[in-house]
Structures are given as C-alpha cells and as structure tokens.
C-alpha cells in the first residue's frame, strides 16, 4: 500500500482564488484574459431493470459529454482569437476555407496561487472555434466598460496535468 501523500503546504486551509489564472493557446499566454467558463463534464445516467427483479430500477454510467468552454478578453490588438475563429471556417477568403491542420488546437489553464505560480493545469483536448464575438456591443453614453472579444471552444474533453505539484509556499 503507498504512503499517504501530503501536500506541500499543510499549513493550507484556503482553496485557491479565481481571479488568478492563465489561459495558454498555441504556447502563448493569452493577454488580457478576463473570464473563463466552467470546465464540466457530464456522465448520462442509463437506467435498466433486471427481469427477475422488475420492483426496482438500476442505474449505471452511460456515454459522457463535455461543455463547451467561453473565454473572454480585453479588446486589444492581441489577433490569437480572430485568427483561431478564422482558421475554423474563413470567411474573409471568400471561400469560407478550413485549415485542416490548425483549426483544432490544445489548451492550457493553469490555476495560480497568489504568487503566481502554477498550483493547478489542465489540458483541453482538440478544442476548436464555434462562436466568436469580433466586437462587444457599443455604448456612447457609458464611459466606463471595457470592450470584450469572446471565443466559445468546443473539445474532446479535459485533463488534469499531474506533473504540476502543489508549489511551496513560504
């Protein structure tokens, strides 16, 4: 039987914040990173009786289902998104052209603790573009609100990566 794991800090009661993170897309941080949706996973649950038990209903897993996953930035001159979303289906060629070869992509998200170093990651697998949103809706009469661009990523599922150890904290 193996030893049981400690973590790094035992000191650690508080669970890690979730304005600190990153999100990495073609191995660079993307700028401006404002708001990134849930990673979840659903697992249908399949439900069967047994013929000589017919008074009660059993369940077991079934296929599972991963959502899709929004992030958010700034508006800025940073093209990852637009060039991502044109990569899937091309309209300003004209000929609204894939790229076969880039249009699906693995994504990074690490979670930082408040030093900023990667406490947790995970990986999503074959993500690719299905809504992009080029510019937020304007508003002359608002001074204050930030212009935000937004991806909606469809994928094959996530991965936690287990070769990110808890950091040491001092």
Do not use: C
């Not at 076969?100 to 408040?114: A, E, H, Q």
């Amino acid at each position: 039987m193996p030893a049981p794991m400690f973590p790094a800090n035992a000191h650690r009661f508080d669970p890690y914040r979730t304005f600190k993170f990153q999100v990495v897309i073609a191995g660079q941080v993307v700028a401006g990173l404002t708001k990134m949706g849930a990673l979840k996973r659903t697992t249908e649950a399949v439900k069967w009786r047994s013929a000589g038990d017919p008074s009660y209903q059993r369940v077991m897993p079934g296929g599972s289902s991963f959502e899709a996953v929004t992030l958010e930035h700034g508006l800025s001159h940073d093209p990852v998104f637009a060039e991502w979303a044109n990569s899937v289906n091309n309209v300003a060629d004209g000929d609204a052209g894939m790229s076969l070869v880039n249009y699906r992509r693995d994504v990074i998200i690490n979670v930082l603790n408040l030093q900023g170093t990667p406490a947790i990651s995970y990986q999503l697998r074959r993500a690719w573009v299905s809504e992009f949103t080029a510019l937020p809706e304007f508003d002359a009469n608002n001074m204050n609100t930030v212009g935000i661009q937004s991806i909606m990523l469809q994928h094959e599922g996530f991965v936690r990566d287990e070769g990110i150890q808890e950091p040491a904290e001092s």
